[in-house]
């Protein structure tokens, strides 16, 4: 079987969560005796299971399968060891790994996601220190500026994400405005492209806005009398803002980085266009290794690794923000 054929079991689970679909769509209708409100999910629960719930269910499979099938945990060695796949080819046909000088093991998968978290911590951190003030001035009901702050965080997430990080190619290439600015007041060209600033600077303009709505939104949502009630008792504006605004605003900050933080790791669009492919992150990867090296196994295995870090990302912003206080864009 090809790695890029899906398994028949995975058809027979399409077909049986159609079936399901359609057995409880009848029975809906009976129940009511016609067309209930209720009704009208249907169709997007049958968009999640056959989008969603299946393509889990088989990157699953691909990741603890080879190409035959049978289950192995050869995938997940093979992101720790990236010469894993060779060694074992070469071992197989005869050779001998120690004279040849392959029995270290292989580092670039782990050193690509080492890479990809520090960049991404690097991009959570500024967006947190360029969105907090932000969404303080936009949460100021005395800052008449605040609203047009946030029309201007909205207009650019109007555009296509390719359209916006493809915009910033014309601004920082050898001939783009920039340099020629530079050049123009006689300071001479500077490589601004295909380096890890760039790529780290097209991350932190795209996920900017992931980090101000969510703490905006919970700023906005503080009732104003508690500041007042602090100030009363003699607080000033810095006491105040680190005893009650500070505090009471944790929720939207941790929606805010997690927002940031698990794209910031698995963008590969980014790297590509603005690194130059100088810079590999682990969205590119996994990427590589789906349609690159079409090895469908290990590319699963790499996605199921990154699903568990956003579930320890979730699992982290359910239990400082329970009741989604500042989950919400606006």
Known sequence: MSNMNMPSWGLWLMALGLGVFVTMLVISVKRHRGVHRSLFAWPYSLWMIIFTVVPLFLIAYYAFT?????????????????????KKQLSDMGFDLAEMGLNERGTVNVDTLIYSLWMAFKCTII??????????????RDFKLGSTLVV????????NFLLRTIAWMTLLEDNGIINNLLVSLGLGRVRLMYNSDAVLLGMVYNYLPFMVFPIYNSIDKQPRMYSEAAMDLGA??????????????????????????????TTFFIPRVLGG????MFGDLIERTFLTADNWNVGSALALIMMLLMLLSISLLRRVDPKGEGGSLL
């Open 152 to 159: 201007l965080f909205i207009i650019p997430m109007w555009m």
């Open 236 to 265: 000033n504006s810095v006491r105040t803002f680190t005893k009650v605004t500070l505090p009471l605003s944790l929720p939207g900050i941790v929606s805010g980085i997690t927002m940031v933080f698990m794209p910031s790791v």
């Open 66 to 86: 080879d190409a035959q099938g049978n289950f192995t945990l050869n995938n997940f060695y093979s992101f720790w060891d990236s010469n894993f796949e060779m």
């Open 277 to 280: 492919g100088n810079t590999e």
């Open 127 to 140: 967006c947190m220190l360029l969105g907090y003030p932000a969404a303080l001035f936009m949460a100021d």
